[in-house]
């Protein structure tokens, strides 16, 4: 197969590239420029697409012996990741940049292009498997993003290749070493790549500017003031600012961001407790839940699965939780998993607390 | 490996084998051509003997030619030496005059002159072709020829091939007094670059673009052109530039000026033969094809190695990684950084939209290009014009 392998400059997409290689495929690298502003250098473990990366990325092409391109992406990314991530603060929701990203830039723009310019499929360095052309948990639970590929179609998924989601991050980086690539011990990146000094507040301020509103207890009684509502997001318990203690002496979370109203609604953490939840957007890379199917439920990038019912009724995702989940945001992402497999993802749209009737 | 098919001449051309001889015959030999022992004179000898090939290459006289760096440097410290020594002998002198097609080196030392040291820069407007009018530098220097620190103009553009007319601007330059400097890196080897004739103050040429060595380059400074230097050390150039000589880039380098003086009008001949065979082929094979920059093919007006094409619907990037993996090298004649490919601002001066500008190619013929050469991109570009068009411009604009 002519296989794209997009490089990040990291260990991770270096490794995914050679084993392509390996594997007998015709591959090549691309570095996709998201920035486009780029910083000379990384600081740390934080930000990405420097031209440091660039040139980590095209070193590690030339040691695996593929040809070696810089995409330029930024206008897309800015577009489709940042400006959406913006406004879904302002929107009072949590978005994942990174989901959005895979759904919008690296599975939809970059495969768009590579499948017009002759190339079968689109390698990265996640830490997923594709088995009988479904999304399938890494090897390495630690590492595992099958949550941020769970947007991913099935049509995606069948044009994708993650070929380091069958080993663990230590197994990956001993390769590198071992093929020579000069990338085998540079740290992992974490946060968000376009916040490069990790303030999202920071950034969501200069971005949106201060917006003063109330902070009220869950009677409406108003216990304090915030600077702008999107900088909170439900199930926060730090940097709330509130003089007066609770009643009950409990510490308060998050329950509730309006941003109609610029109101953040605050209370217990019992209050945080979500049986159910109502989801927009699904997308589907196996059989979509027409009748109500156990299954495993997910709703953050490192949380724990729990047991859950789902339905989908061809607009609406209903997923009924037979665990507690605690925290859960509009706007974050639900993925259902049988097992280990990734059935389909939804944006969660709105939670409840109530208790079903039938419990 | 594919055979490759190399038409990036203009990016750097292979070494001529007279070049790599005389080069490879030097690297051997002890003694700084400014020492004053009996190795340092052999080596100053075959310094300044080779001054005097190139004086004779370029029409200028041996002191007028001074050893840099590359293009970059002589572009460097033409502008920024010029900009210091005018302005420094008139404080009024703040104006930098310059095409708006100047390669990077011109511009972004120009540019620095405006952020760090006060200077104006003014970009002179091209026509659809991508030349500058002297009346145009006329009107802009008349307005206030006073304050004119320098002229910077190039001979032959890089992206486009577009040939200045020279003499007529270094007259005008010259009628006001003002210094005027020539970036002539493409030009020589192809078309007839005689110093003195011009009327230049200074002028840049490059050994990789002609056949010699890499990492040394020349400035043609005028006899009584006074210039401060960039970079300060023992002076060995005339007290303009620094820096310990090369001798075995530079006796390569009089091989190669040699060699492209005196082969020039047989070389273009060989080069416009080629690429009028390409133009014309790829007309006919791609039927919505813009040819960039002058459509007179004639040596008056265009270099005769350049082949500019923009394919509408298409991005450059994109076509010149399908030519890559059929083994035909060639350019999207746009600036790079990290790779990263940007709009040429000398398509956009010369007012051709922004869609257009992204989707286009370089193809530039050299000493070593052969008819096989032209075959090959007509083989190749229909289908990869067809796939890139499929792939469309979506990633560059959502």
């Not at chain 1, 930024?74 to 991530?85: L, N, S, Y």
């Not at chain 1, 093929?179 to 968000?192: C, E, F």
């Not at chain 2, 659809?128 to 009107?139: D, V």
Request: hydrophobic content about 45%; charged content about 20%.
């Amino acid at each position: 197969m002519k296989v794209l392998a997009a490089m990040s400059g990291g260990v991770d997409s270096a490794v995914a590239a050679a084993r392509a290689a390996d594997a007998g495929h015709d591959v090549t690298g691309v570095h996709l420029a998201l920035a486009s502003n780029p910083q000379s250098f990384r600081t740390g473990a934080r930000g990405c697409c420097t031209l440091e990366d660039a040139r980590d990325a095209r070193r590690a092409a030339d040691v695996i012996g593929i040809p070696f391109y810089v995409w330029d992406l930024a206008e897309r990314f800015r577009q489709d990741v940042v400006e959406d991530f913006v406004a879904e603060y302002s929107a009072g929701r949590t978005p994942n940049p990174c989901l959005r990203c895979n759904e919008k830039v690296k599975f939809a723009a970059v495969l768009d292009k590579a499948l017009a310019l002759g190339f079968d499929a689109v390698c990265t360095g996640h830490y997923a498997r594709v088995v009988d052309g479904r999304l399938v948990r890494a090897v390495d639970p630690a590492k595992d993003q099958s949550y941020v590929l769970g947007v991913l179609s099935a049509r995606q998924v069948a044009r994708a290749m993650f070929p380091i989601g069958t080993s663990r991050k230590e197994a990956v980086r001993r390769e590198a070493a071992v093929r020579g690539l000069a990338v085998a011990a540079k740290p992992d990146s974490h946060d968000i790549c376009f916040i490069a000094d990790g303030d999202t507040a920071g950034f969501l301020q200069r971005r949106l500017g201060s917006a003063p509103g109330p902070i009220v207890d869950v009677d409406g009684t108003e216990v304090g003031g915030h600077d702008g509502a999107y900088a909170f997001t439900v199930g926060q318990r730090r940097g709330l600012r509130i003089g007066r203690p609770a009643p009950d002496g409990m510490p308060r979370y998050v329950l509730d961001v309006s941003p109609v109203t610029n109101t953040v609604t605050v209370g217990p953490a019992a209050r945080l407790d979500v049986y159910r939840m109502v989801a927009r957007r699904a997308v589907w890379s196996g059989p979509a839940p027409r009748a109500p199917t156990p299954c495993l439920a997910q709703v953050r990038a490192h949380g724990d699965p729990v047991p859950a019912t789902a339905r989908w009724d061809g607009d609406l995702l209903d997923v009924e939780l037979h665990t507690i989940v605690r925290g859960v945001a509009p706007g974050q992402a639900v993925v259902l998993y049988d097992a280990e497999t990734v059935i389909g993802s939804a944006t969660i749209a709105s939670t409840s607390s109530a208790i079903p009737a039938a419990r | 490996m594919t055979r490759r098919t190399y038409l990036d001449h203009a990016a750097t051309t292979p070494m001529l084998p007279e070049s790599l001889e005389a080069m490879t015959a030097c690297l051997p030999l002890v003694g700084n051509p400014s020492s004053l022992h009996t190795s340092g004179r052999l080596a100053r000898r075959l310094v300044e003997e080779s001054r005097e090939r190139i004086a004779a290459a370029l029409g200028a006289r041996p002191s007028e030619v001074l050893f840099t760096g590359g293009g970059t440097e002589s572009d460097n410290l033409a502008v920024k030496g010029l900009y210091w020594q005018r302005h420094g002998q008139d404080a009024r002198r703040r104006r930098i005059l310059l095409s708006a097609v100047e390669h990077h080196a011109v511009m972004d030392s120009a540019l620095w002159l405006a952020q760090h040291e006060g200077a104006e820069v003014e970009w002179l407007p091209v026509d659809a072709a991508g030349r500058m009018h002297p009346e145009t530098l006329e009107a802009a220097i008349a307005g206030d020829p006073d304050t004119v620190a320098l002229v910077s103009v190039m001979w032959a553009n890089n992206e486009v091939g577009t040939v200045q007319p020279v003499a007529r601007l270094a007259a005008v330059a010259g009628s006001h007094g003002v210094p005027i400097h020539c970036d002539a890196v493409q030009a020589f080897g192809q078309l007839k670059v005689d110093f003195a004739a011009s009327g230049l103050d200074a002028m840049t040429v490059t050994g990789h673009k002609i056949g010699g060595p890499l990492g040394l380059g020349l400035l043609v400074l005028g006899r009584s052109v006074e210039l401060t230097p960039v970079m300060h050390g023992g002076g060995q150039e005339r007290d303009v530039r620094s820096g310990t000589l090369d001798t075995p880039a530079i006796v390569g380098l009089a091989a190669a000026a040699e060699t492209a003086a005196g082969t020039q009008p047989r070389r273009a001949a060989h080069l416009a033969g080629l690429r009028d065979d390409l133009v014309g082929r790829l007309l006919a094979e791609v039927s919505d094809v813009v040819v960039g920059g002058d459509s007179r093919l004639s040596l008056d007006h265009r270099l005769p190695g350049n082949a500019h094409f923009s394919f509408p619907g298409c991005e450059g990037d994109a076509l010149l990684m399908l030519l890559d993996a059929r083994g035909i090298e060639c350019s999207t004649g746009s600036a790079c950084s990290a790779g990263v490919p940007q709009p040429s601002h000398v398509l956009l001066a010369m007012g051709v939209p922004e869609d257009l500008a992204r989707g286009s190619l370089r193809f530039s013929f050299g000493h070593s290009s052969t008819a096989a050469d032209v075959d090959a991109v007509i083989d190749a570009i229909e289908p990869v014009v067809t796939r890139a068009r499929r792939a469309g411009q979506t990633t560059v604009r959502a």
